[in-house]
């Protein structure tokens, strides 16, 4: 299994409108598009305004192909189109990749 942690850098006054925005369409189009997020958090410090969540993956190669075929889900890019209407919500974005040792709890 391959674990990818996102972090997302949110520009200023746009986390609760990214909250929503995962809430009531992200988490369920990754789903169909075979992600599963497994978990989000939000940084302690508010000056940071960072939210991060770890996404499942079976491998790199399954990763890419479900990324492409979110991106270019006509659903995701008219969610994406009407909710930055009034400007975009994130101004980066980091990934890191992940998997379990040996000796891990979850293998």
Not at 2 to 18: A, T
Not at 80 to 105: C, H, T, W, Y
Request: glycine content about 2%; aromatic content about 14%; overall charge negative.
């Amino acid at each position: 299994m391959l674990y990818e942690l996102r972090i997302y850098h949110v520009n200023p006054g746009k986390m609760q409108l990214l909250h929503e925005r995962f809430r009531d369409h992200v988490t369920d189009l990754f789903l169909k598009h075979g992600m599963k997020i497994t978990h989000y958090w939000e940084d302690i410090n508010e000056l940071n305004n960072r939210l991060y969540y770890v996404v499942e993956h079976a491998n790199m190669e399954s990763r890419n192909l479900n990324y492409e075929r979110f991106r270019n889900d006509p659903e995701w890019l008219e969610v994406r189109r009407i909710s930055e209407l009034d400007g975009p919500f994130l101004k980066d974005q980091e990934s890191i990749f992940m998997q379990n040792v040996a000796f891990s709890r979850t293998n």
